[in-house]
């Protein structure tokens, strides 16, 4: 399988990546890398981590074949590996176990961590609940705001959410603030990173828990398809984690192309998106402790981003993915809030599959693509995470007026019960 | 003369020199200008011109907000650099550049090393660069005849102290505490061990920051440190009770 | 295995079963009896229905250990077979598929389905999006109202709602509601029960495609704990699908205890419960196509239940579990409602994992036993269903401000919208 | 004489009998007695009493709604089996039992049955009740004299309306269309054909019903079956535009 370890020099990847971090957390960082480092050189560590996905979640997850899209497009045959099912509804389990495991190595019992859309921090209260630490996620207000059931979620998991008020008040906030946490708390926190971003070992770390993704999938594809390689790989790009997680799986499928799809929001033409590697819209910078392609200005602050899907909606992306997409190995797509949308509604009406609108920015690159390849072509797409948790943003995309009164009706129950 | 040397100089005067902050553009230019006068007034010895970000992750929650109105309300970076070059034409202070990385490499590593130069800056407080990482900051910063200011913190081993020192020129700013800008320090033995453990690893002047607000706590750092840095406080202070509070504030450090 | 054919004698268990259906139906119920013997009997049609759910749903599910919880109580080890990680997020779609390949084998092209909780309607929507099918599904008014989220993904899986008016405005009145539909439409049309009730063939069909679960949950424990019984197996028993899917599994293992837990309400003492067979609080009656254990007054109507899990608000019973219960089998527990919302957030916070209203009756009941058993004795839960499609119910019942502030919002931005 | 002997002296007068139907405590029993002298002076033959259930689930939405009202008006069995009394004492028609299958179990097969025959009641209709089942209705049925009425549909195979035939007494209730009571029934070679094959399978008296409505529905029936019956059409006529036009609609049939 490709190796990420082979790959970096350093912390970096070509000229991506480092760890631009506050001197303070130096030694805190030196300790998270030699500690990672041992456990990824100990095959107990691996073989404990598999096995506590399969008993806790539902790893190895399947890959499921759409056949009624397919057909409907006429073109290439869409898998999908399923990562909706896993506990919690998204891949972000993977990670976040992963690193719970790293903790009880480390001795730490308290779990910071950032999230956009509420998905890392479910993810990351729930390691917290299952495995005994304290638990504080920073959340920007407006993603509070945007996705209560999750923070609904992440406050009975017992885990203290604090509403980030500053800056843009999404994600690239929530990461500063936990940044801000972690320098005064590092000798009991862990800061639980919830994508393949931030300052090294996170990226490589993040890639590596998340490449049980590409794992399986590898293994699966070959028995399925012995001998025959995808013709594509796509995942959705926010930070990059299902990305790298899936696309380390066939990285050395020379015939195979690797395809991102970032968030296009109302078009690349002006700012309302978050397409950063897609027509070269980034600029390389430094900030969240890390080097690669951002959405800044010419001062190189970070612009506001916009996307339908809270966790496509981030102004960095994977130093990881930078690199690949400079050496031409990864393509950049960038599908609009319009086109997510109605991919989401074809996956649901046609294989009564409720994906994520994130991972539907996956599924609106494969159905762009699909129609113009053979129907021997394969495509395999990362489905990151399950659509449950959008209910509150996809009615008010599809404008469902039953939807509207029936939280209208229980608005005003609230009120009389006051 | 170089910073060093100047700092030298001043020590001779008095045992605490003192360096003050401020976030250019916030709460406003104009207000910046009428700040940099009391500092000058005051007899402030380096001044931080913190030159806002929009992802000030190292700063505490006052100057994260304080980054974010200066952005808000229009401040660019050329308007940093001209109000280091108004304040050096002006006063006797030692302006100091204090920002992060991503200002840096946006302008350019070298062309922005030349412009603080060319402002009448004398040094660059990076907390998210660390000396390792590869950008062409140290080289830039020599070049340029400026100083890269090292951070040493609570958290560092001797041997990362003593490899920081190796790096540090000017002076070294020394943590007083883990944490973000803006929380008070408890100015006691802890303190007083590390302050003995980055001396140890330095012998360039040592500036501690991080929670100074009273005069016992420069009059803590005397035969300890050489400089008292005045961040928070001073903003705090002035956001809250106006000029002449921040006027007072200064008056009972310096 | 315990064998259901070999205990059923003309579709009766003991006293109850039986198909007491309109004549009009007869030859459509025949139909199906044929349909459904012969599938059974084909060896490739349980391996198409296992790779199905494999492939499009994440079967096997994982046996998960609650540690925390069982070191709290300081008895029992306990055990979860994982249901909620199922596709739609629930036991409901083991019988709704093998019903769907029923449905391929029989030509029949539009599905029928009453729901409760919406759980089996949003499983049933999901399967005829997924093989095509049209799909109209039936639900009682006020499941309507307490089900909201569910009733929009029916809704956007393409599925016709209607909205029972008729009775208590609950499942008991969709049932019926269904039933009408079909005595019109059975020459194109399957009703798709959701339990192991109704009429002849259904106890047996739902349960015969229910039994995966104990199939595979017996398998695993024979490897988990070669050559011993679990001391009891738990499962909620609203009709008694998923308790008979688990029960099956171990029926024949004479030292392991068989416990259904039951709505207990507000209480065995009034009518606000859904007791039928703990405490002997049903009488024997028929309705809804058979015979069993139901909730009805001394002229045969049947009573207005209560739970705070919809899912169990339900006036009748397995004939399969009332039989079993007859013959002392199985043992009936009735948890309260306050019990069931303790033991749901016990699980919540202690272990991560997110159980639905219904499975936390199981939860409450084995938390209730554990502590009386020494730690050498093993508990296996089912965990029917995940709690993820009850946040408007547990906001309420844990009476969370923040999410009624945010529903009220809603409701105010949706107003000034329109 | 039993039942069948007094429907083929009642066909001796006119070519199709008239079976009627109530819901007993709907809208209240006053309102029922009411009815049952309207059909009474009629001329009305059968007259079904049907006995609210709470799962009427072989009714369409108006006798389900009927039924469900009656309820919650209180209606008991008891109050039921009064008003059979009732009308036994006072009219000639013959009363009919309908209902569900649980109404008799509760009761007791027995008991019920015997209770019904009291009551002047001939026969019971009940829909979700196949003749194979296991309960005790049949015999208890016979042993008080009631014929339980077979119904025959338009989705029975050959062999299984010769089956209904063998168990039938009394008269066969034949169903015009598939699905609920209430919808309006096309009166066309269809129906036709559904009633030549029921009438194949039995020498009883035929009763066609599902949405029976008007004068040329009955006319229809003429010469192929021996009873219509008026259920919906009646309640909705009462309903809509009170007793008159329940009275006029009855006139129009019978
Ligand atoms: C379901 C889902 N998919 C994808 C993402 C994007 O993150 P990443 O690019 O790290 O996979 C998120 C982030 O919250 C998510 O919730
Ligand atoms: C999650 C869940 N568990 C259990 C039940 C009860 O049904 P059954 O007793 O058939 O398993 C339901 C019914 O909707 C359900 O949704």
Redesign the interface.
């Known amino acids: 399988m490709w190796d990420i370890f082979a790959i970096e020099k350093n912390g970096y990847y070509g000229r991506y990546g480092g760890a631009y971090i506050p001197e303070i957390l130096h030694t805190t960082i030196e300790e998270l890398k030699s500690a990672f480092d041992q456990a990824r050189r100990d095959p107990e560590f691996w073989h404990a981590y598999e096995t506590l996905m399969g008993s806790y979640s539902c790893r190895p997850t399947p890959i499921t074949h759409l056949e009624n899209i397919s057909r409907d497009l006429g073109g290439a045959q869409i898998y999908l590996k399923r990562e909706d099912l896993n506990q919690t509804g998204a891949h972000k389990a993977n990670n976040v176990f992963g690193q719970g495991l790293l903790m009880q190595r480390m001795g730490k019992n308290r779990v910071i961590a950032e999230t956009g859309a509420g998905q890392h921090g479910v993810a990351s209260a729930t390691m917290a609940a299952r495995m005994g630490f304290k638990c504080t996620i920073y959340m920007g207000a407006d993603d509070v705001r945007r996705q209560r059931p999750n923070v609904f979620w992440m406050q009975q998991l017992g885990a203290e959410v604090i509403t980030v008020e500053d800056g843009t008040r999404t994600l690239k906030d929530a990461i500063n603030a936990a940044m801000r946490d972690w320098v005064g708390s590092m000798d009991h926190s862990h800061y639980v990173l919830g994508t393949a971003c931030g300052p090294h070992p996170y990226p490589q770390m993040v890639s590596y828990f998340q490449s049980i993704i590409g794992k399986e999938a590898r293994k699966q594809w070959e028995t399925m398809f012995p001998g025959e390689q995808p013709t594509a790989v796509i995942a959705c790009v926010g930070g990059g984690s299902n990305a790298m997680g899936l696309f380390q799986g066939f990285l050395d499928c020379d015939a195979c192309k690797i395809i991102g799809a970032e968030a296009g929001g109302r078009g690349l033409e002006g700012h309302a998106h978050a397409a950063r590697l897609a027509q070269h819209r980034g600029t390389e910078g430094i900030a969240h402790g890390y080097r690669t392609y951002f959405l800044q200005d010419e001062d190189g602050q970070m612009r506001d981003t916009h996307s339908v899907a809270a966790g496509l909606d981030y102004v960095g992306v994977s130093p990881i993915l930078s690199y690949l997409s400079d050496i031409g190995r990864l393509q950049s797509e960038a599908p609009t809030d319009v086109e997510v949308i109605a991919a989401l509604k074809k996956t649901i009406q046609r294989e009564g599959i409720i994906p994520a609108l994130e991972s539907s920015h996956a599924l609106a690159a494969a159905y762009r693509l699909a129609p113009t390849l053979p129907t021997s072509a394969r495509l395999l797409v990362s489905l990151s995470g399950r659509g449950d948790k959008d209910i509150f943003t996809i009615a008010d995309a599809l404008h469902d007026p039953a939807w509207e009164d029936f939280i209208t009706e229980t608005a005003e129950r609230y009120k009389k019960k006051r | 003369m170089n910073l060093e040397q100047h700092i030298r100089e001043r020590l001779k005067k008095k045992p605490v020199l003192v360096m003050s902050h401020l976030i250019c553009g916030y709460p406003s230019l104009d207000d910046n200008r009428q700040m940099l006068q009391i500092m000058h007034d005051a007899g402030v010895d380096l001044v931080e011109f913190q030159f806002p970000?929009?992802?000030?992750?190292?700063?505490?929650?006052v100057f994260?907000?304080a980054n974010?109105k200066a952005?808000d309300a229009g401040t660019?970076?050329a308007d940093c650099f001209e109000l280091m070059a108004w304040a050096s034409s002006k006063f006797s202070f030692m302006p100091v550049m204090m920002g992060?990385?991503?200002?840096v490499?946006?302008?350019g590593e070298d062309a922005f090393c030349q412009k603080i130069a060319a402002c009448g800056g004398r040094a660059l407080i990076i907390?998210?660069?660390?000396p390792e990482?590869?950008?062409q900051l140290l080289a830039a910063a020599k070049a340029h005849g400026l100083c890269v200011i090292?951070?040493?913190?609570?958290?560092?081993?001797d041997e990362?102290l003593h490899t920081?020192g190796t790096k540090a020129s000017g002076f070294v700013y020394g943590?007083a505490r883990?944490?973000?800008t803006g929380?008070k320090t408890a100015f006691d033995t802890g303190v007083a061990t590390c302050i003995d453990r980055y001396r140890h690893a330095t012998s360039l002047p040592l500036a501690i920051g991080f929670g100074i607000s009273s005069s016992d706590d420069v009059a803590f750092l005397k035969g300890r440190a050489e400089i008292a840095v005045v961040g928070t406080a001073f903003l705090t202070a002035w956001e809250t009770s106006g000029p002449d509070a921040a006027k007072q504030l200064l008056a009972a450090l310096t």
């Open positions: 970000f929009s992802e000030p992750s190292a700063d505490g929650p994260t907000r974010q952005l660019r970076v992060y990385t991503n200002t490499i946006q302008y907390p998210d660069h660390p990482e590869d950008t090292m951070l040493m913190t609570p958290t560092n081993t990362r920081l943590v883990r944490g973000v929380a």
